[in-house]
């Protein structure tokens, strides 16, 4: 025995390694010294012929220990206990449940077999983090399954279920729930007399696809939208290239470090791994204990059967949390229930679901006309119409109707928190919860803490939001909370920015290039014209076009013309729109921007939002801000979000910016900048 590991020799020869080193045996120190004793010892002994390599504990091993990172290097090392297991004379099975992602399947792609328990799921995930696996997963996974099944796999970085990882030959066979042990040493028996094969030394798979450059052109092609902006994809791509066109596996290993290498010094994995961590953090509330106590939540009621009040009601029937879905019609209700249904429907569809799964979730809806029917659920959140009156209306109702210790939310994305809450005579059990459409799809659940919501309250929904799927984001209470706040600033910029010579082509494609999925004059029109100005009380560009009839691609174009495709193309009569509005405000031309002073000029006041945002306690750290972006508005995940991207440009480069537009940059920003601080490193 070893501190955490366990050595056994079993009937017929079969050496057991059993690793336990809690919580996920993560390849520290600790681990690389039990694998390197216990393949040692089994080496030395003759009676051994074949070799099980299993972990108790919930799971196969994890990847690296990260409470290694920036250490001085402790011998064993990943690669030299690899050496040992790959070159060894007898066969090894690795024994597979919980996960295999990342450095532990890899491991596992160092065995000569592997075998894992149905429930397990295996993977090279690092594509998430803009890496590549570094430990021989480009070279040894097309050696297994062939170099188009391994482009898609890490590419896409998916975890694998066993089931789906035996057809693709990830694995070689599937345990019996609870019996991985004894299948995995009496799969061990059945090699023991096989001709030992590395994995390493394969070339079965890649040598179909050898000399064949096109294979890996038209994938690149086939995913080019998928892909705008990565980097590791394509790395991954020229990895596995090399999997296929360098026969010597430690050339191809090389080639492997060389685009590893890359990937971990640039700028967009940087972000990535910063994104990956910040995630985990957005649920830590500082004065909020994590033993503070949470409020059940068995029954949900949602007001509202529209399209927002229908999303978030399916974010519960997901999780079997039955709903009273409320509206004021029949006729509300029943459209509201063909939209749910409709959606599911799809959803099985494309095979994601099943007829029956369509109706169990489907009867976890009790569908009532009045808030009467509220007053035994657990939590109450209210879709209702965006406007003061009508939420302090429907709150003042819901005081009376609803059960003592009953969660009170509201859906406002603007609207004044604690207002709200006044309306009623408990403002302890009020709260925001922002979901963003569509709610049944957006990840992003902003948590709005009012100046008297119970730190039992914000425990309960910080801890929901997790169990429907969602990443919770604490704010404050403040116009727009987080992500509407500190986005309305590109949106302003955009409208002041067309009047002065860039065209809304021009800004948009700068912004698309950015990495936005679109524009902001595209998103308007996409959205509708009459939606976006619906509460405009000043002339603007939009509402003389909406006075025009030009809605957008729904009607007569917008910002731009549409063919019946729908495929736009610049518009002359936008153009005009919006050289009349210019001159109507006294606005000069001031000719061609560059990209960059248009991304510049949009997305510094967006930086400078967020700094205030920070400074005055809306959000609790700067990460919180950069993931309601990107989850909220979809901004570019490969440059980190508005505040890491801040620290990318250089805060001070954001100040003079700043200054040099007429905006004056929030004090946080400054003083940050002055020090040679930043928000996020």
Not at 227 to 256: L, Q, S, T
Not at 321 to 350: F, H, S
Not at 555 to 580: C, F, H, L, M, W
């Amino acid at each position: 025995m070893s501190e955490v590991g366990k050595y056994s020799v079993e009937d017929g020869g079969i050496g057991v390694i059993e690793i336990d080193n809690p919580p996920v045996n993560a390849l520290g120190i600790k681990t690389r010294l039990a694998l390197d004793a216990g393949f040692r010892k089994f080496a030395e002994d003759d009676s051994v012929k074949a070799i099980v390599l299993i972990c108790g504990g919930r799971t196969f091993f994890a990847g690296a220990d990260i409470s290694e990172f920036g250490q001085p290097p402790q011998e064993p090392g990943l690669h030299a206990v690899f050496d040992i297991i790959e070159n060894g004379t007898k066969p090894v099975v690795a024994a597979i449940h919980g996960t295999a992602l990342g450095g532990g399947y890899e491991l596992a792609l160092i065995c000569h077999y592997r075998i894992a328990v149905p429930s397990a799921k295996v993977g090279l995930p690092e594509v998430n983090l803009g890496l590549l696996p570094g430990a021989g997963g480009t070279q040894r996974l097309p050696r297994i399954v062939g170099v188009e099944t391994a482009l898609d796999i890490m590419t896409g970085g998916a975890p694998v279920p066993a089931k789906k990882a035996l057809e693709l030959g990830m694995i070689d066979a599937v345990a019996e729930e609870g019996k991985l042990r004894e299948d995995a040493i009496a799969f061990a028996r059945t090699v023991v007399d096989k001709p030992l094969q590395r994995v390493r030394d394969r070339q079965d798979k890649v040598a179909p696809s050898r000399g064949k450059p096109e294979i890996y052109e038209a994938y690149l092609k086939k995913n080019a939208r998928a892909f705008r902006g990565f980097k590791a994809p394509y790395n991954i791509v020229r990895a596995i290239e090399a999997a296929a066109e360098i026969e010597d596996f430690d050339k191809g290993i090389e080639r492997e470090k060389e685009l590893f290498d890359e990937l971990v010094t640039s700028t967009e994995s940087a972000a990535q791994r910063y994104y990956f961590f910040a995630e985990r953090e957005t649920a830590k509330v500082p004065d909020v204990p994590k033993d503070t106590a949470t409020i059940p939540i068995k029954t949900v009621g949602v007001i509202g059967a529209g399209t927002m009040g229908g999303g978030i009601t399916m974010n519960f029937l997901n999780v079997g949390i039955p709903v009273t879905l409320v509206e004021m019609t029949q006729e509300a209700l029943d459209r509201g229930l063909g939209v749910i249904r409709t959606n599911y429907e799809n959803t099985a569809k494309k095979g994601r679901m099943t007829a029956e799964q369509v109706e169990q979730r489907m009867a976890l809806i009790t569908p009532r006309l009045g808030l009467e029917a509220l007053g035994e659920v657990d939590l109450v959140i209210e879709a209702v119409y965006e406007e003061m009156g009508v939420k302090k209306d429907v709150f003042g109702k819901l005081d009376k109707i609803a059960k003592q210790g009953a969660i009170l939310a509201s859906n406002t994305s603007f609207l004044d928190l604690d207002e709200i809450a006044a309306a009623t005579s408990r403002p302890d059990w009020v709260i925001g919860l922002h979901f963003f459409s569509p709610a049944n799809v957006m990840r992003l659940l902003e948590v709005v803490r009012g100046a008297k919501t119970s730190k039992e309250v914000i425990a309960t929904a910080m801890a929901l939001a997790k169990k429907i799927g969602k990443v919770p984001v604490l704010s404050g209470v403040c116009f727009g909370f987080i992500a509407n706040r500190i986005m309305s600033q590109r949106g302003k910029q955009a409208d002041e920015l067309v009047l002065e010579g860039p065209t809304p082509e021009e800004i948009d494609k700068a912004v698309y290039d950015y990495g936005f999925a679109m524009g902001p004059f595209q998103m308007i029109d996409l959205v509708g014209l009459d939606v976006i100005g619906r509460d405009e009380t000043e002339r603007s560009v939009r509402g003389d076009l909406v006075k025009m009839d030009r809605l957008g691609q729904k009607k007569n174009g917008g910002y731009y013309d549409y063919d019946e495709n729908r495929k736009a193309t610049p518009s002359p009569v936008a153009a005009a729109a919006i050289a009349d509005f210019a001159s109507f405000k006294g606005v000069a031309n001031k000719g061609k921007l560059s990209d960059e002073d248009i991304v510049a000029r949009l997305l510094y006041p967006v930086v400078n939002e967020g700094a205030k945002v920070l400074e005055e306690g809306i959000a609790i750290r700067a990460s919180d801000v950069d993931i309601a972006a990107i989850l909220g508005y979809n901004w570019p995940v490969y440059t980190g979000g508005p505040m890491f991207w801040g620290d990318t440009v250089g805060l001070q480069k954001v100040v003079d910016g700043l200054q040099a537009m007429g905006i004056e940059p929030s004090r946080l920003l400054v003083e940050k900048a002055a020090k040679g601080e930043s928000f996020t490193r």
